[in-house]
Structures are given as C-alpha cells and as structure tokens.
C-alpha cells in the first residue's frame, strides 16, 4: 500500500492542514500519529473556514476514513467539541472516524499542571493544553488510555491515584477533591459519547495495508518542535518526525512508502525558543500581518523569520522527505529583497548543519543570500508558468538549495490555490 507520511517542516503551523486534504482527495485513510488539541489545522474547503484541533484534517475529504492514532493525546472535551462542531457543519463522522483504545487521555490535572508550570515561572510557551503533563504520565506509566477511560471502574482508580501522585502540585492549584469532582462532572456523557468511535486502530489499518489502501500519515507541530530533534528545552512533547508515524499509528516502518515535508516560502514560530532567522521590524509586521499569522489554537502572534536552509537541511534529513510543498509563496509578494539563509557564523567560525547545543542554537548568526523578490497576485496561479519570474526563481533557488523536489507550492487557503509541479512524486 502506498503509505505517505506528511510532515511539517519547521516549527510547526506550516500549513499542513491544508495538504493534508489536498492530498487526502486521493487516500483512503487519514492518520494523526502524535501531539493533541495542541495542533491547529486551518482548512479552508466549500467556501467554508475549520479550524481542526485533534481530528484529522483527512476527516474533509470525501470517502476517507479517519484515525486518531495511539501516539496522540486525548482530552474528551476537545473531542466532544469538534466532533459536534463537524457534524453542525454538514460533515459526515461517525462511522468515518475512529480513536485508537491505546490513545493515552488528557484530564482537567494535567491542564492545571502545565498552566502552573507556565505561569509560575518555569514556561517554554506551550499551548497550556496539557499536553506535556499526559505524555510525562504515559512515559511513566501510570497514563490513562481510551481503554481505561472507557471501563468506569478501571478509571475511577487511576484518576484517584494519579491526582495522589500529583497532589504536591496540584495543591498549588485548588483542592484535590475539587479537581476530583471536575474529573468526574462529564464523565458519563464523555464516555458514552466517545464510546462508538474507539477502536483497536492498528487492526484497521494492516486490513488496509493488506487491500492495498492509500494511507495518509498526519504529524501536528513541526520538525524543529520534536522532542529528540526539536530546539530542546523549546518543543513538544511527542514526534512528530516520520518516524515517529509507526510508533504513534501501529504501523511498520516498511508500510512508508514517501514523506512529504511542508515548508512555509518564510519561517515562524511560536512559544520561546531559538530562532536563528528571525526578523522583527517592519519587514517582520508587514509579513505578520499579510500571512496572518496568529495562531490557530491560541491566538498567539507568531514570530516571523526569513527561510533557513541549514533548519530544513535537519528536517530532511531527520525525516527522510522525498518531496517538499511550499506554502505562503503569495504572503511574499511586495517584499524586496527576500533574504534565504544559507549558512551561519559562530564567532570566527562557519557552520553549515542546524547546531545541537542549546547555546550554539541562540548564538549562532545567519549567513544570508539575497534574492530580489516579487509583486503582483500570485493567489490566482494555477500553473507553475503563471508565477511572476520572481516567484519562480526563488522557489528553484530553494528547491537546489535544498536537494529536494518542492512538488507543490500552495498560493492561497482553499484548494484550488495549489499548484502541483510534479505528482509522480507525491506517493512514491
Ligand atoms: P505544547 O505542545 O503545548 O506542550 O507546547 C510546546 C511548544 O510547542 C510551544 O512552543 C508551543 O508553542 C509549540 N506548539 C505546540 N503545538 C503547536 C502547533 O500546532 N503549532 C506551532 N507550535 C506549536
């Protein structure tokens, strides 16, 4: 079967969302394989505008079933919310989308840990969505999985003594029987709720492996945010390089058949953490506020920075990306020159790889390349060849920069704003 893995390439907010329908048309499964409510998938589709959180943008394209893999994590609420905000809107769920019994579950503590641990003084900038606090109970073995949360006995006994294991902390907070209670509130409409939708997903998925099915392998975040390959302290808590799509899906790294990485035409970030390419200033706002880059979860102002060859160099590298898609070329317009960084200097020396070391990452100063830039609308492009010269040439710069095909580059939200330059690429 041909299992493609799609990948943001930088630091998350790349516009994944978007290619993952894109290219959802043609797949029979979509899979999201790690992160949780923490992601914002923005999917402009039928003239309409979601704003997807867990679910799988996949979950859009018509006639694909969908799966919330084993390696993302839950919280019942956000899950209720969306799949009732998608079946407000006309779109078809049950039956098409599915959560996997290993899916470990965010609870009202783990929120309460990681906003504390933000607001008290020891933050990296995460979304607050305790995301970090579930992974740390997975990791140590006393997390709570769909399984558990669907057996009331099971889970009424390892909320109890989870909230013992974490009462020190949570004491800062409110008193444990009170979170004890909010816990329990919803618990009966939750579970019933989510009942219908889990399932052993690994299962599914080899069934469709074996009927030679298209699959679709989802990551949230970004490269750089991965918590072995990311900007270490500043990341997730989970993998959202490609590898980590078998251990989060309950494939077989063999079943992978193409990765595609997404790369925004500029960088952004959110949360703190090194930027090495980052541009404030007018070019910064101007960029900002053309791209609209606020977040899709947060609201937050996302930092702005110019391309970073030796950053994407790690993500392909770490990923394995047989293609690339570039998103955002048209936010670009009207901006001259357009930097590309290439290489950086750490006091006397040349660096051409992203550094490892947490101070080498905040030290290190871009080497740039400049390149002329463009004007006009680019939104309305349907071909390559439609591009203003400009357009063209800073994608092939990149494109041989880079040593990997960027076969598409999106020029505008909705589907049809996509131009496909090579589709033998796409799955092979
Ligand atoms: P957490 O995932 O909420 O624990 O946050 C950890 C880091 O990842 C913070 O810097 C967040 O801003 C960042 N982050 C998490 N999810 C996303 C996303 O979907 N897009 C961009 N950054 C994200």
Redesign the pocket.
């Known amino acids: 079967m041909p299992a493609l893995v799609v990948v943001g390439a930088q ?3 790349e516009g994944k969302g978007k290619i993952v329908h894109f290219l959802g048309k043609d797949a029979d499964w979509v899979v999201r394989y790690q ?1 949780g409510n ?3 998938h923005t999917v402009v589709f039928g003239g309409q505008k979601f704003a997807l959180h867990l679910t799988p943008s996949g979950i859009l394209a018509k006639g694909c079933k969908s799966v919330i893999g084993n390696g993302v994590v839950v919280d019942p609420n956000a899950f209720v919310k969306e799949v009732k905000m998608l079946e407000s809107r006309g779109i078809k769920v049950r039956g098409r989308l599915f959560i996997s019994l290993a899916a470990h579950v965010i609870l009202p503590y783990h929120i309460y840990v ?1 906003t504390l641990r933000e607001e008290g003084g020891r933050g ?6 305790g ?2 606090p579930c992974y740390e109970d997975k990791v140590a073995r006393i997390g709570i999985r769909i399984a558990d949360f669907l057996d009331p006995e099971v889970f009424r006994k390892l909320v109890r003594r989870n909230l013992k294991v974490r009462a020190a902390e949570l004491a800062k907070v409110k008193p444990l029987k009170t979170i004890e209670k909010e816990v329990f509130k919803d618990y009966d409409r939750q579970r019933r709720f989510l009942a219908p939708f889990a399932a052993d997903c690994s299962l599914f998925l080899d069934a469709a492996n074996k009927k030679k099915k298209r699959l679709l392998l989802e990551s ?3 490269s750089m ?1 991965d918590l072995d390959h990311g900007t270490y302290p ?4 989970s993998n959202p390089v490609a590898g980590g799509a078998c251990a989060g899906a309950g494939i077989g790294p063999t079943a992978i058949t193409a990765v595609m990485g997404v790369t925004k035409a500029y960088t952004t ?5 090194p930027f090495p390419t980052e541009v404030e200033g007018h070019v910064g706002h101007y960029i900002r506020e053309v791209g609209k880059e606020y ?1 899709t ?1 947060t609201g937050r102002a996302r930092r702005i920075g110019w391309l970073d060859v030796p950053q994407l160099k790690a993500a392909i590298r770490m990923n394995g990306m047989t293609a690339l898609t570039m998103t955002k070329l048209d936010t670009l317009t009207g901006v001259h020159p357009i930097k590309v960084c290439v290489g950086y200097k750490l006091g006397k020396k040349r660096l051409a790889d992203f550094p490892v070391s947490r101070r080498e990452q905040l030290d290190v100063e871009p080497v740039y390349e400049s390149y002329p830039g463009f004007s006009g609308d680019l939104s309305k492009a349907k071909k390559f060849s439609d591009l203003p010269r400009g357009a063209r040439e800073y994608v092939l710069a990149v494109e041989k920069l880079l040593g990997v095909p960027v076969s598409i580059v999106s020029v505008g939200q909705s589907r049809e704003q996509t131009i496909v330059r090579d589709a033998t690429r796409l799955w092979s």
């Open positions: 630091w998350g907010d992160g923490n992601a914002g990681d990296i900038g995460t979304t607050k969505r995301i970090g949230a975040q970004g945010l500043f990341v997730t808590s970030r959110v949360g703190l953490g977040g979860t």
